[in-house]
Each structure stands twice: as structure tokens, then as C-alpha cells.
């Protein structure tokens, strides 16, 4: 009944994500079209950076997670939460009013100082957003969650079409206006989580005790979340310091392409964390392998996606042609960064290995980092940093799941393990042929194979969903 409850909901999710890929793929692909890869890079920067404003949160928002996971609403010790909420919104404030004196007295360019004004300006919008919605998520009201990212969405590619519209489309125009957005939702977020900020607070000691246990909880969490989210696109960051604006555009639209595949998986994984938090122990083998299974079903079906981005990008994104040389090694990245998204991070941080995927993380990240700078220093070439990216990641996915399963019988992984190196080869096989029905026929025998394989586990999953 459980397992009935949880993976209705994260089909709930699931359905909403899907609305908000169609309006990723819009602003995905019209954006970098009509922009140019340069001006496209500017604004892909932005992005960037933008991802890793939570730091300065200071792992306020994952310490609630980690203490409230499973709370019931009603039950949320308010006071403390709102004392401790005010104080760590006072800093964030603080720190972006610095930040703006700093940005006056850099020696930088126009539009690199816009775009670091504006991510400063971020930083308190940021610490509030993932405060109130951390603490929706550890009451499992995803509802809420929803309707915030998806209103958050859809604001945003409406605001890209009117500036698009008026003709004034470039990445000053869109930075700005991303900003506003942001604006907007963060109010709304403090109209719908007006409980945990306003009315009776709780003392300044006991919002600072609040505070001081939750960071000192999360903070290695969020690093090591933040260190998740750099090893997969530090390649994006090597080809940013060393190719020029023109490569980084190219380069950073087809990482975007990972993005509209791991939507789902991403959101999921983090509505899947307070669940996690309500079963029993004894079954999380089961309901690991379960979910496993739904990842990579998901991602290896997703990854047919390649058909309309090769017809786009060759008929019409002429400019972006040159993606096509290592689109193909980053869209298999996406089997392995499903897993880390739906799996691997939230069973770390429902059963408290934050410490061990902090230590995992950073040995990864080093790793990665010196791998690809000699690569890319001893071969200049974006394809195979894109190759060996890829596969960094896949054997860091490996390791961390060897870690964490390590009271379990290590045999289903080795075996799925192989699976994927197998469907991975085979759609990079098909992605280099010369006709694209030929990547059809090579790629979906590849995966007639791949269920075949797997067509026990698949039958269980079936059951799981019908009771």
C-alpha cells in the first residue's frame, strides 16, 4: 500500500514536470536560436551560476529537511522555525547589499558586472524560495511544490516571448527579466508559506539555536549537493575558461538538452525524499531496486528524444551543428545522473550519509576536474571531454551505489551495471550512423534487449503499480 501511495504521487509529479518540459523544450530551443551562440553564452553564465546560490544558505534549508522530513504540517515547531527564518533572511540581505557595493568596485566588464549584479540580487530571493519549499516538501505537501515550479516556469518562458515579441532579445533583456520573475515567485512563495514566517516567533536565542543546528546538519549536505551538481558539468566549466564564448554557447546548449531529459528525475528525486523517510528500514532494498528500475526505463525511453534534436538542430539550429559531434557521449550521461537524482542523493540523505557522499563527492569532483583539464590540455577537443565526462560520472555513480548497498547483495547491481555500459554503447552505435532510421532500428532493438533482460524486474514493477 505504501509503495500504491508513493509512486502515485511521484506520477502526480511527474505528470506536472511534463507540462513544464514542454515549456522548457519552447524557451529551450527558441532561445538559443534566435540569440546566437554568443549572446546565448552570456545568458547560459548566468544560468550557471545562478544553480549554485543555495551555498550561501549555508545548509539552513537541507538541516530542515534532514530534521523535518516525515513532520506532520501541524506538528512543525513554528516558533523556532520563524525566529530562525527571519535571521537567516536578515543575513541573506546583508550579504547581497556587500555584494552590490562589490560589484561597483570590480574592474570588470558591462555585462559581466550585470550578470554579477543580478546574481547577488538572487541570493536572498534563493535562501527564501528553498526555505519555504524545503519545508513543503518535509510535510509532503507536494502540491504545493508543484504549483510554485510550475507557476515559476511559466512565468518565466512567458516573460522570454514578450521580450522576444518586442524584439529585444539578448542576454541583458533576459537576465533582468529572469530576475523580476524571480522577484515574483519568491513573494508568492511567502504569501503560501505565510505560516512559517509571520505571526508569534520564537526568542532571538531560540531562532539562532534553530538556525545553528539545522546549517551545522546541513551545511555538508548542501556541499555535497552543490559538488553533484559541478561534477557533471565541469567539462561546461573547462570549456567556458578555455574555448571562446561561441564553443561555451554551443557546448552549453547541448548540456541543456540533459536538462529537459532530467526533469523529472531531478524534481522526483526530491519528492521522493520525505517518503523515504516514512518506510520501514527493512524494505529499503526492495524499494531501492524498484526505483532504479523507473529510472532507467525513463531515461532509456527518453533518450528516442535524439530524433526531433538531431532533425532540429541540422534543419533549422544550423548554428549549433557542431553539438552534434558530442551530443550523443553527454545524452548518455543522463542514465547515470537519473539515478544520482532519484536514488542515490535522496537514500543518502533519508538514511544520513551526508558525510560519506560529501567524501565520495569531493574525491569525485578532483578527480573529474584534473582529468578533463589534462585532456582537454593535452587533445583540445570538446568531444572527448564530453566522452570522458560521461563516464567519470558512471563510474562515480557505480562507486556510490556499491557504498550505500554495501549490506545488500551486490549482484543485482554489477548485473544492471553491465546493462547500462551495453544500452549506453549501443545508442552511441546508433547515433553515429549515417541515416537517422538507422538509429532507430540499432537503437530500438537495443532496447527490445534491454527489457528483455530485465523482463522479471519489469513484471514486479507492474504488480507494484496495479496493488
Not at 163 to 186: K, M
Not at 206 to 230: C, D, H, P, R, V
Not at 256 to 284: C, E, M, Q, Y
Not at 356 to 363: P, T
Request: net charge positive.
Amino acid at each position: 500500500m505504501k509503495n500504491r501511495t508513493n509512486i502515485k504521487k511521484l506520477l502526480i509529479t511527474c505528470f506536472v514536470q511534463g507540462f513544464i518540459l514542454l515549456l522548457s523544450v519552447l524557451s529551450g530551443f527558441v532561445l538559443p536560436e534566435k540569440m546566437g551562440p554568443t549572446n546565448y553564452g552570456y545568458w547560459q553564465v548566468y544560468l550557471f551560476y545562478l544553480a549554485y546560490l543555495n551555498i550561501f544558505g549555508l545548509g539552513f534549508n537541507d538541516g530542515l529537511a534532514l530534521t523535518y522530513g516525515g513532520y506532520e504540517y501541524e506538528k512543525l515547531p513554528y516558533k523556532r522555525i520563524r525566529a530562525s527564518i527571519r535571521l537567516i533572511s536578515l543575513y541573506s540581505i546583508i550579504i547581497c547589499v556587500l555584494g552590490l557595493i562589490l560589484c561597483f568596485i570590480v574592474n570588470i566588464s558591462n555585462i559581466n558586472k550585470l550578470i554579477f549584479a543580478m546574481l547577488v540580487i538572487n541570493i536572498p530571493l534563493t535562501c527564501i524560495q528553498c526555505i519555504i519549499l524545503t519545508l513543503f516538501l518535509s510535510v509532503t505537501k507536494t502540491g504545493l511544490y508543484n504549483v510554485i515550479n510550475l507557476l515559476l516556469k511559466i512565468f518565466s518562458v512567458t516573460s522570454y516571448f514578450i521580450v522576444l515579441y518586442f524584439g529585444h532579445i539578448s542576454s541583458v533583456s533576459l537576465i533582468c527579466v529572469d530576475t523580476l520573475v524571480r522577484l515574483i515567485i519568491t513573494i508568492l512563495c511567502i504569501f503560501l508559506g505565510r505560516k512559517f514566517i509571520f505571526g508569534e516567533s520564537g526568542t532571538l536565542k531560540e531562532g539562532w539555536t534553530e538556525l545553528y543546528t539545522n546549517s551545522k546538519s546541513g551545511i555538508q549536505l548542501t556541499i555535497a549537493l552543490i559538488i553533484s551538481m559541478l561534477m557533471p558539468v565541469m567539462s561546461r566549466w573547462i570549456v567556458e575558461q578555455y574555448e571562446s564564448m561561441e564553443s561555451y554557447g554551443i557546448y552549453s546548449f547541448a548540456m541543456s538538452l540533459l536538462s529537459l531529459i532530467l526533469s523529472f528525475t531531478n524534481v522526483l528525486g526530491t519528492v521522493l525524499f520525505p517518503l523515504l523517510k516514512r518506510l520501514d528500514p527493512i524494505s529499503t532494498r526492495k524499494n531501492y531496486y524498484l526505483y532504479c528500475l523507473v529510472s532507467n526505463l525513463f531515461v532509456i525511453f527518453a533518450l528516442f528524444l535524439y530524433i526531433p534534436l538531431y532533425y532540429l538542430i541540422q534543419n533549422i539550429m544550423i548554428q549549433y551543428t557542431p553539438a552534434l559531434q558530442y551530443l550523443p557521449f553527454l545524452l548518455i550521461m543522463c542514465i547515470p545522473l537519473g539515478r544520482i537524482q532519484l536514488l542515490i542523493i535522496p537514500f543518502y540523505k533519508a538514511y544520513r550519509l551526508e558525510k560519506d557522499l560529501l567524501k565520495m563527492n569531493i574525491i569525485g569532483l578532483l578527480i573529474i576536474f584534473i582529468s578533463l583539464v589534462a585532456i582537454h590540455a593535452i587533445f583540445k577537443s570538446i568531444t572527448l571531454i564530453a566522452l570522458f565526462s560521461s563516464l567519470f560520472i558512471f563510474i562515480w555513480t557505480f562507486a556510490a551505489e556499491m557504498h550505500f548497498t554495501n549490506s545488500f547483495d551486490s549482484k543485482p547491481i554489477i548485473k544492471r551495471t553491465i546493462f547500462d555500459l551495453i544500452i549506453m554503447f549501443i545508442f552511441c552505435l546508433a547515433c553515429f550512423q549515417s541515416s537517422i532510421l538507422y538509429f532507430c532500428l540499432i537503437y530500438s532493438l537495443g532496447v527490445s534487449l534491454y527489457c528483455f533482460l530485465q523482463k522479471k524486474e519489469i513484471k514486479e514493477l507492474l504488480f507494484e503499480i496495479k496493488m
